[in-house]
């Protein structure tokens, strides 16, 4: 039984290790935070919050099922999305998403998604070495040497190594040491972001089912979200620019205070000063963007996930493209019966692909978050009709099938250029 090393054990680590666990291989997770079956904090930055809440659409819900996962114990760790709110000048547009095929996105609870994430790759025998920080790949050996919290080095030796180790991966910076002609970029938005949580959203008056989008009439000056989570509390994500009067790093509280009272004039004065005052004392989180000419090395190792393709996440897309990765290696594993000189190549040329597309499309809907014309709901109106009434001419609506679809990224990439060719004043999505 061949012994597969994934360095990782977060969302995309866990699911890989189940999908392959269940086909019998011997899989070791490396993970340098704690058992959070027993702790969760570790899985939780309590400084920053920036792990709080991610959102699911219909892509991941698929990918997590098609492992053995119960799709009720997963709509347990979310509430269910029915569409999104952008507001303009303190005022909600309502967007409905009805489903497609009785399946809806979810606002999801990070760490309640691990945790159950964790229970199956326990139930499945996969093997985790908790506290273990990796300080050397070796690649050609498929080996990893890690570090524990004692400081005892352990040396870790399988036949398939699969990097779920983030945008900052140990794994990829192996891999451009060794791969001859790898590219690799890695960039940054010039906006940053700082995550706002409210314990009870209650308090807020905003709908559970809604994702809120704030910023469309800020001219660029900054994006924001807000999604509501199972444990009754609301994050807001707050994306600004590092340095200026109104920014990250400002330390002119009575424009910040300005800020807030113009933009989230919706909700009540003490939520209102409760988000002010967090902003003021919490670090900033950066969005960095990051792409690999390839996604894995020889036979020994392949890259999933942020190690592979991390973007900032104004798509709602990094973690359902990070799940859609072990969904599909797991296919190729079956197609080519485990034969790993056939699975990584393939791999990277159906991924990669995707990958390019969503990173594309995430920059595009990050300007438009942040920079919307004013007509912008008028054209997204006419798209939908247009669609209705001649849907064999007229491109789909983008958002119905990035939410309620498993449709390429490479073809919804297509469907929006053909939108934006099709009405020539602006930017459809």
């Given at each position: 039984m061949k012994k597969i090393i994934i360095v990782g054990g977060g969302l995309a680590g866990g699911l890989t290790a189940i999908y392959l666990a269940r086909r019998g291989y011997e899989v070791h997770i490396i993970e340098k935070r704690g058992n959070?079956?027993?702790?969760?904090?570790?899985?939780?930055?309590q400084v920053s919050s920036r792990a709080i809440g991610v959102s699911m659409t219909v892509r991941g819900i698929e990918a997590v099922v098609a492992a053995g996962i119960p799709l009720q114990e997963l709509q347990a760790c979310g509430v269910q999305v029915s569409g999104m709110a952008f507001f303009v000048k303190g005022q909600a547009k309502v967007r409905q998403l009805p489903p497609i095929d009785k399946l809806q996105p979810l606002s999801l609870s990070r760490s309640a998604f691990q945790v159950l994430l964790n229970k199956y790759a326990h139930q499945a025998d996969v093997t985790y070495h908790y506290h273990q920080r990796c300080v050397e790949v070796d690649l050609d050996n498929a080996s990893i040497l890690t570090q524990d919290a004692s400081g005892n080095f352990v040396t870790h030796k399988g036949d398939l190594i699969i990097a779920a180790d983030g945008a900052r991966s140990s794994v990829r910076d192996a891999m451009q040491t060794h791969c001859r002609?790898?590219?690799f970029h890695q960039s940054f938005f010039k906006h940053g972001y700082k995550t706002l949580v409210i314990p009870d959203a209650s308090?807020?008056?905003?709908?559970?089912?809604?994702?809120?989008f704030f910023g469309?009439?800020?001219?660029g000056e900054f994006a924001g979200r807000a999604a509501t989570i199972p444990d009754g509390s609301i994050s807001f994500a707050v994306c600004l620019p590092y340095t200026g009067q109104v920014?990250?790093?400002?330390?002119?509280?009575?424009?910040m205070r300005a800020f807030f009272e113009k933009y989230y004039s919706m909700v009540p004065d003490d939520v209102r000063q409760s988000l002010f005052e967090q902003f003021m004392e919490k670090p900033s989180n950066d969005l960095i963007n990051v792409r690999s000419s390839t996604f894995h090395y020889k036979n020994k190792a392949v890259l999933i996930g942020d190690s592979a393709h991390a973007t900032a996440p104004f798509l709602g897309q990094g973690m359902n493209m990070a799940l859609e990765d072990a969904y599909v290696l797991d296919q190729l594993f079956e197609e080519y019966e485990g034969d790993q000189d056939e699975i990584l190549p393939k791999f990277t040329q159906l991924r990669k692909k995707e990958a390019d597309a969503m990173q594309d499309m995430a920059r595009a809907n990050y300007e438009v978050l942040s920079?919307?014309?004013?007509?912008?709901?008028?054209?997204?109106?006419f798209a939908r009709y247009m669609n209705q009434k001649f849907p064999d001419l007229y491109p789909p609506d983008m958002a119905e099938k990035l939410y309620f679809t498993s449709m390429a990224?490479?073809?919804l990439r297509d469907v929006q250029q053909k939108q934006n060719v099709w009405y020539k004043i602006g930017r459809m999505n």
């Open positions: 959070p079956l027993d702790n969760q904090a570790d899985y939780i930055d002609r790898f590219e308090k807020v008056g905003l709908r559970k089912d809604l994702l809120y469309m009439d800020s001219g920014s990250l790093h400002s330390k002119d509280s009575t424009a920079c919307s014309n004013p007509i912008f709901f008028m054209r997204a109106r990224y490479s073809e």
